[in-house]
DNA sequence: GACCTGTTCCCTACGTTGTAGAGAGTTTCG
DNA sequence: CGAAACTCTCTACAACGTAGGGAACAGGTC
């Protein structure tokens, strides 16, 4: 937390700091935007800092809370590219775009995200006053508004898990999709039942001749982002009314809505 | 491949082995349910098979593989409860609901998943097969159903992943949710400026209220899963035709609907 | 029976990792 | 000038995945 908002009264004896929190965060963003998550070791990043790996407990308590203010600062810094559109599909296409962008810049973020209990600092608090005012004007109510961006937030970071994985295991085997393809196809052949699993082998063909690959990240996300926007537009454009826009009467469709909490004690929680 | 659909002939020669791949998987699977994945070293799994952790490599060329046989395991073991139910509706969310209660058996699974290349096992192909059918009688093309699938599959995936997290930080910290709240909330006073994030507050704060937490994973599945369906609905019931639900033009929302794949080579690709 | 050969399994070892503990060096306060 | 506070380094530990080099075993062929 002090760590997170950088509140720390400095101290007046002892030799001067060579180091600072923000030199070391900038430099664990580099390593891992360049390498992976995986390649931010204290020993790495104190290298890059020209120091060793235990002078940089002096600035922080863990490795885990390093990886908190990395999260906390690449969401501050982030762009918000959002347009202040009236229509709020739009609005909340470009969330999902710039996070979406985030994930590019940043891919290991895809890997470290934190939902539950999230580092408090000053970006993930800005960048979810930022995205709940995408919300404005849809009807919807504050527990309703929380849930549908942790939706949306939820299906921007599978994509880009998804992709993440599917660039790791081009690196890691140095096989185009194609070549892993070509590579396990001679031996599928042997084993796979087309009979037993008719609509597998047909359905995978189809995909995999559209897609040029078994996954692609760029249709997976058009797709859902459609499909994520649809489902909030029958929870945000009511029953009753329905003109181009928003409506009236928010409340309830199929399988239920998002409820009604009924108190309980409580956290002010942030999310993400 | 030839691990993941056993086939090799075994050896005439030499001692006769001690153990088997599904011994290996079954001690490997036993411990990650356990006491999560990072549990799962070679030695961890060698001790409860009474060997050395070199002694796997005779049946397993590496870790990675190791967990490669175990999602393929864990897929083929799975319970399908999905009732052929006529409504695709009903079908999808049971398809859903057998994959978050394969996630609540074993919750290492959210942490490891692969999407893009995926182990094509016969517990990964049954799986597939046997979503795809949920489709059947939606109208959705062969691209789509795919895409539909992942989308879903992805859904219940983040909720598990959510879900996991929110678990780990409660062990790690021996705190509950609330006494976490307790903890971060005089600090938080500090520092946040309520005025300038006016609608974290707001929001923040209903959600923390109604949730008991920053966060509730159940609250999102049942939510998320609602508008999974609604925006698939508006994708697979149809512009003309249509009754209860939908409204009418479906297509070309903004952020455009799935795509028309046009050929190109590839992959009979499997997901997931 | 004896040998060869392919297997299984163990031991040792290397280079990583996060971080605990002790201590050396540096600056400011009383 | 101490003394206290602070930064930074060194060494060390346990745990990780797995490479390399054997020892013990069992069948096939003489």
Redesign the pocket.
Known sequence: MELLWRTRE??????????TVDRIVAAAIGIADGEGIA??????V?ERL??????L???VP???ELIDVMLDGVYAGMTRAAPASDHWRARLAAVADDNRALYARHPWLAAVAAVSRPPLGPGVIAKYEYELRAFDGTGLDDVQRDAALTFLLGFVETCARAAGAARASRQQTEMTDQEWWEAVTPYLERVFDPERYPTAARVGAAAGAAQGAAYDPDRAYTFGLARVLDGLAVLIEAPTTRAPTAGSEPRANPAGPAADGPSGPGPTGARR
Chains 1, 2 share one sequence.
């Open positions: 400095q101290p007046r004896r002892g030799p001067r700091p060579r180091l390649a931010v070791s204290m020993r790495r104190a020209g120091v060793t790996a235990m002078s407990y002096t600035y863990s490795k885990a």
